[in-house]
């Protein structure tokens, strides 16, 4: 079993910044991919960005420039550095990863989500 725990949400003002940490933890082989998404009040869950397990990453448009996600493969980390931050990026935040088990079984964790609420 693998649990996610997440840290670094808070209130920040328009144009601030923030850093978002997960940390995984149980018993597993390795971690594939990792990612930021997100849900705002009202609204879908969305993706924020990605990370291989090579460190190749991908963002969503509205994030792009702004936010750098980060992983650290010996201490089954992922960070996202969130600058520049704008309202509209008020949301909770869930971290997810791919897990491989030691039967080389694929399957997604979810993290208890932290909030983000940039404003003034």
């Known amino acids: 079993q693998v649990q996610l725990v997440e840290s670094g949400g808070g209130l920040v003002q328009p144009g601030g910044s923030l850093r978002l940490s997960c940390a995984a933890s149980?018993?597993?082989?390795?971690?594939?991919?990792m990612a930021w998404y997100r849900q705002a009040p009202g609204k879908q869950r969305e993706l924020v960005a990605t990370?291989?397990?090579?460190?190749?990453?991908n963002y969503a448009a509205s994030v792009k420039g702004r936010f750098t996600i980060s992983r650290d493969n010996a201490k089954n980390t992922v960070s996202l550095q969130m600058n520049s931050l704008k309202v509209e990026d008020t949301a909770v935040y869930y971290c997810k990863v791919e897990v491989v088990t030691r039967t080389l079984s694929l399957y997604d964790v979810w993290g208890q989500g932290t909030q983000v609420t940039v404003s003034s």
């Open positions: 990370i291989t397990s090579g460190h190749s990453t």
């Open positions: 149980g018993s597993f082989f390795s971690i594939n991919s």
